[in-house]
């Protein structure tokens, strides 16, 4: 099916482990983000990406990592989890006039 | 720095009354906005856009959004709401560097619950 899929669905995890979200877009787009989702906040940018072997920081990037070795995939690392960072994280792919996103990770840390 | 601002964070409508949905933005250009749907425990879905052209634009499900430069206000209506239009709703704009592939700033989101 095309279109932009995060897995898990569903995480939880301890205070201290790495853990790693993934992304895949089928539609080839250049532009990925991304986003976590907090009570308060809306929508917050941790990081995008440009093409493969292009990132940059958006507005959160603390305690992140990504990397985007394939156009399709763009997973994202919480190197050390804290219970910060127990958000929504929503994955985006943009196409130049529209944004799609995936159906979000919610991830709990205990 | 962009900014948006949505003031309202929950809203109740009856059915089949009208909607309207504010968001304030803050950009020293020419903003590109978008509003936004989200239901529940899903991803967000683009409900219409504005690049340029006509004050008012036409989405998808009936809604429509006017910016206003003069108020910098972009808001979302609907003249006749329905059951499954309750969700979470956000605004959003975008610097357009790349004509669309800009980072997006979205503003706190209204959540809109529709009563019989």
């Known amino acids: 099916d095309a279109g932009i899929t995060q897995s898990p669905r569903y995480k939880i995890t301890e205070t201290g482990r790495q853990v790693t979200l993934m992304c895949h877009q089928t539609w080839s787009h250049s532009y990925m983000f991304w986003y976590r989702q907090d009570l308060g906040h809306g929508l917050r940018l941790i990081y995008y990406?440009?093409?493969?072997?292009?990132?940059d920081k958006g507005e959160v990037p603390d305690g992140y990592v990504v990397s985007r070795s394939k156009t399709e995939n763009f997973p994202l690392t919480l190197e050390s989890a804290t219970r910060s960072q127990t958000s929504v994280y929503f994955c985006?792919?943009?196409?130049?006039?529209?944004?799609?996103f995936g159906q979000g990770t919610r991830l709990t840390v205990v | 720095a962009q900014s948006v601002t949505q003031p309202d964070i929950h809203i109740t409508v009856s059915e089949g009354a009208s909607l309207e949905l504010r968001c304030n933005y803050s950009?020293?250009?020419?903003?590109?906005l978008f509003w936004y749907v989200q239901s529940p425990g899903q991803g967000l879905q683009l409900l219409l856009k504005y690049f340029s052209g006509d004050t008012l634009v036409q989405g998808i499900k009936g809604f429509e959004a006017e910016i206003k430069r003069s108020q910098s206000s972009f808001n979302l209506r609907k003249p006749s709401v329905h059951w499954s239009d309750a969700a979470e709703y956000f605004c959003?704009?975008?610097?357009?560097?790349?004509?669309?592939?800009?980072?997006?700033?979205f503003g706190t989101g209204t959540r809109l619950t529709i009563i019989p």
């Open positions: 985006a792919s943009n196409t130049g006039a529209e944004a799609f």
């Open positions: 950009y020293g250009a020419t903003p590109y």
């Open positions: 959003a704009v975008g610097s357009g560097a790349n004509f669309g592939n800009e980072k997006l700033t």
């Open positions: 990406s440009a093409a493969a072997d292009i990132t």
